[in-house]
Structures are given as C-alpha cells and as structure tokens.
C-alpha cells in the first residue's frame, strides 16, 4: 500500500472540517440572536401572586408584554382567589424618568397596566402581598428605600379593608 495516498486523504478530512467550521462561525456572525420565548404576562403574574399569598415576596420569572397588551387586576383573580381589589400595580422601573416610561401605562388606584410600545418589552415582576393595606405600605417603604428607583406607596388607596393586599411592582427582565 501506498502510505503518501492514506496521508492525504486524512489531510483532505482536516481541510473540509476546516472549511466547515469557518463557515459555521460566519453563519454565526450573520444571523441575528434569537430571543428566549418568554411565557404570557398574565400567567406569570397569576403565578406570582399564589406564590406570594398570603403574606410573602416573590420574583416573578421574565414575561414580555406585547405590543397593546392590557392586563387588569381582574384578569389575575383565576388562581389565586383574591378579589379584585386586593392586588394593584406600581411602576417600578418603568416610572417617570425611565426611558421606556411612556409606553407603560398604570390605572388610577394600580387597576390595570397597559404597554403601548411597538415592539415586545421583556420584563419581570416583584409581587409583594401582606395581611393588611398598612403592613403592606410599611414593607414597600422598607423593601424599596435602598432601591435605584422609588415605588410610590398607595395600599391604602388601593385596597382598602380588602385582605390581604398585594403589589405588582415591574422591573426590567435581569439578563441571565
């Protein structure tokens, strides 16, 4: 046997996965990242309040609000057996100064969260629920005072005799 022949067709193999990995890498370079497919917000936040009910604070894992997404306190009360009153929205992140601040809209009393934007924003939630509207303002006061953005306290307002009482407050979606 000729062993110069067998030398070059393992030197022909090297090559062609050569050949292969580099065009693997510009194929790489070339297609835009693709974005984990986040789970619907209103899920998310439905499973987030039964996890923090009664009394307890959760992060909630990403979700992404779609473009006219609109979600009402109403809309979470399947699992979790609140009445609408007992759960409110607060800004978070997404309050004045943020820069994506004028495509999140918060309801009068934290009733409804509306997302106007064009494209998807991912995002995630800290759900926050206690016995009653006062225990709750005193936890947001203490839970958010060391906070980059401020989390305006309405409990009362919002919920009223209502038990217990809970806050979804939005923040960006933490890269993993």
């Not at 917000?41 to 992060?59: E, R, Y």
């Not at 225990?135 to 006061?141: F, K, T």
């Amino acid at each position: 046997m000729n062993s110069r022949g067998q030398a070059f067709s393992v030197f022909e193999l090297m090559i062609a996965g050569v050949v292969a990995f580099a065009i693997l890498i510009i194929l790489l370079l070339i297609l835009p990242p693709v974005d984990p497919i986040l789970k619907d917000a209103k899920t998310v936040l439905m499973n987030g309040i039964s996890s923090a009910t009664p009394s307890g604070t959760v992060t909630t894992e990403a979700f992404a609000f779609k473009q006219n997404d609109l979600i009402e306190t109403v809309d979470l009360l399947e699992q979790t057996g609140l009445d609408a009153k007992s759960i409110f929205f607060a800004s978070g992140q997404f309050g004045a100064g943020s820069s994506p601040n004028s495509s999140i809209e918060i309801g009068s009393n934290g009733t409804y969260v509306k997302y106007s934007g064009v494209n998807k924003l991912n995002a995630q939630a800290k759900v926050m629920c206690k016995q009653t509207a006062e225990q709750l303002d005193s936890s947001i006061a203490v839970a958010f005072s060391n906070s980059t953005y401020k989390v305006e306290s309405n409990a009362v307002d919002a919920c009223g005799d209502f038990m217990p009482c809970c806050v979804i407050v939005l923040e960006r979606a933490k890269a993993n």
